[in-house]
T-cell receptor, first 113, second 110 residues
Framework: KAGVTQTPRYLIKTRGQQVTLSCSPISGHRSVSWYQQTPGQGLQFLFE???????NKGNFPGRFSGRQFSNSRSEMNVSTLELGDSALYLCASSYSGENTEAFFGQGTRLTVV | ELKVEQNPLFLSMQEGKNYTIYCNYS?????LYWYRQDPGKSLESLFV?????AVKQEGRLMASLDTKARLSTLHITAAVHDLSATYFCAVTRSPYALNFGKGTSLLVTP
């Protein structure tokens, strides 16, 4: 059974640019959630999608957005990149979100210079 | 706001020794998770604890949950070097999201 796939694995972007990260969940899983991991703030929740609908959003500025497609694949977008956006972005998939176990992808390491 | 606190944040222990990592959370949650993360890698699910008094064991690791005390423990028995990693506990809230602790960085030395 294939796991959660995130692409790309590594990205280097310049301040002010935008970036799109992709996440393909485990087959059959309909919930995809995104997390930002930094040394200072730890793991922070960005948003969660289920059946193409955003059900929850963390405390991040509007520059962070996401979407989910009908095949449950999800993308997150960060516009007007700042140095502080440098982080490991992790995607997790679960069957339905609440009360189901979440499995994480390998992450995308974003570096903003 | 749901807060999750782990302690200790850093732990250096000798091979063969036992130790316990603690995870406290601030509001009611029915589900608690333990994850392992190796440097530069993703999160690997270790345990899912679903109810008060739940205890799960895998190899040298044992996790327990006391929902009344809002406390989970991860006990390490006879540590070996391969257990060196960062361990996170996380609780869910509604609407669905995982709230993570800061993580416990474990180093097992000879």
């Amino acid at each position: 059974k294939a796991g959660v796939t995130q692409t790309p694995r590594y990205l280097i972007k310049t301040r002010g640019q935008q970036v799109t990260l992709s996440c393909s969940p485990i087959s059959g899983h309909r919930s995809v959630s995104w997390y930002q991991q930094t040394p200072g703030q730890g793991l922070q929740f960005l948003f969660e999608y289920f059946s193409e609908t955003q059900r929850n959003k963390g405390n991040f500025p509007g520059r962070f957005s996401g979407r989910q497609f009908s095949n449950s694949r999800s993308e997150m977008n960060v516009s007007t990149l700042e140095l502080g956006d440098s982080a490991l972005y992790l995607c997790a998939s679960s069957y339905s979100g609440e009360n189901t176990e979440a499995f994480f992808g390998q992450g995308t390491r974003l570096t903003v210079v | 706001e749901l807060k999750v606190e782990q302690n200790p944040l850093f732990l250096s222990m000798q091979e063969g020794k036992n130790y316990t990592i603690y995870c406290n959370y601030s509001t009611t949650s029915d589900r608690l998770y333990w994850y392992r993360q190796d440097p530069g890698k993703s999160l690997e699910s270790l345990f899912v604890l679903l109810s008060n008094g739940a205890v799960k064991q895998e190899g040298r690791l044992m996790a327990s949950l006391d929902t009344k005390a809002r406390l989970s423990t991860l006990h390490i028995t006879a540590a070996v070097h391969d257990l060196s990693a960062t361990y996170f506990c996380a609780v869910t809230r509604s609407p669905y999201a995982l709230n993570f602790g800061k993580g416990t960085s474990l180093l097992v030395t000879p």
